[in-house]
């Protein structure tokens, strides 16, 4: 009876263990870097026109990103899934750019917007300028420095003379207005000031305040008293320039938004994790990291004892995983880096340990919170519009994931979770289960034989 009986328990226990393990296995849906890929290949196209914050382009990124952390059960972290901020945005003006020479009002010479000047988007306080020798001129090797009633203006030149490279937008930097200028458009601009003519120049920028919203989801965990764990990344960029030029960026950053949208599907099909997983699309870290430090800032009771990682430009080959630190924390000890480090070394993951404030993990750091930033620092082609999908690598997505899949796994999941979710679980419980129900048969078998 008591063999019976055992026999039973086992039985159904072997059953029940079966079933939780396909369970498992069968409702994960595993990490895929093509889906990352993909959808790196839609944020960077142009329809989005480059995500500017304040664009139209921007906020249609950022709905399709809050349906995802809708449609896959994350819960606002507050009221709603968007948490808006407000900050000045440059925005196209429509006016006519140029930049030409004249002698008491008369037009000497006009120059050609786009091959002898161009805007630079540091900032816009002002769209218009006109200078002559009576104002303040101040001449450096490679700019020129304005100075008038009307504002500041600082024009230098471009790096090889090419107007590809666009910068950031930060509101409150120094000049008010910056132009990008080619050698020659330098000495004309010192010629014409010394020569007692009238240097004018427009640009079809200025700025407006605008409402923009960072988009935050949480997968719930268990416990709540635990601190969270917040993954972050950006998703606006630099929009068009004056001749409609896209700033597609591919690798800064729609590669960090989609690597952050495949985590949070497949992880929503994960067991429940022991603590709360926050998931964060930041919008203006091109305007000087505004989405991270208001996010930062407002949730600051809420993860000011969480793990940060930051994703931003993620996916290019033969580059290492560098790991961004902000200058803060130049000299503490952080143990994500050292848990991160040490699980690279485990997945033959190289690395690199910086300590700069290029991204949104700084304003995390600023608040002493522990935080760092994934990236592929190829500088080759971001913020021009050669950053496109072309040259994104499933390869270094895919060993970007196996460190962040470890360090998840680590941080937030039990070894019950993580064994049950193994494919060698199924295995075991499937062969326990196939031995105890044959063993019926082949005791009758064997009675059979000897009868």
Sequence with gaps: MKKKLFYSVSLITSIVLLSISIFFNFTYSPFNANNVKENIAIFSSETYGGRLAGSNGNLLVGE???????????????????????????????????????????????????????????????????????????????????????????????????????????????????????????????????????????????????????????????????????????????????????????????????????LQRSIASFGTPKRDIIFAALNAEEFGLLGSKSFAENNLEKIKDAEVINFDMIGSDNYPLTLMLGASYKDKDSELLNSVEKISKKNNVDTNVVYEDSSDHASFNNLGIDALSFCHSNMTKIHTPNDTVDYISVDAIDSAYSVIEDKINESCYGTLTLFFHNKTSLFIFAIIFGFLASAPFVSYIKKKKIS
């Design 64 to 262: 399709i990103i809050r349906k995802n952390f809708e449609d896959n059960k994350l819960v606002p972290l507050n009221e709603n899934y968007k948490e808006s901020f407000k900050t000045l945005c440059p925005i196209n003006n429509n006016s006519s750019p140029y930049l030409k020479i004249s002698l008491d009002d008369e037009v000497v010479e006009t120059l050609k917007y786009g091959v002898d000047y161009k805007e630079d988007m540091l900032n816009f306080k002002i769209n218009s300028l006109s200078f002559s020798e009576d104002d303040k001129v101040n001449i450096y090797t490679t700019s020129i420095e304005v100075v008038t009633d009307e504002g500041n203006c600082l024009f230098y030149v471009a790096p090889n003379n090419d107007f590809s490279f666009r910068s950031s937008f930060m509101s409150n930097f120094p000049y008010d207005m910056i132009v990008l200028i080619t050698t020659d458009t330098y000495n004309k601009i010192l010629d014409s000031v010394r020569s007692g003519l009238t240097v004018s120049v427009n640009l079809p920028f200025s700025t407006s305040e605008k409402e923009l919203v960072n988009i935050v989801g949480v997968l719930k965990g268990s416990s709540s008293d635990l601190p969270p764990l917040v993954l972050t990344a950006h998703y606006d960029h630099l929009g068009q320039d004056g001749l409609k030029n896209t700033y597609y960026g591919a690798l800064d950053n729609a590669s960090g938004t989609a690597f952050l949208l495949e």
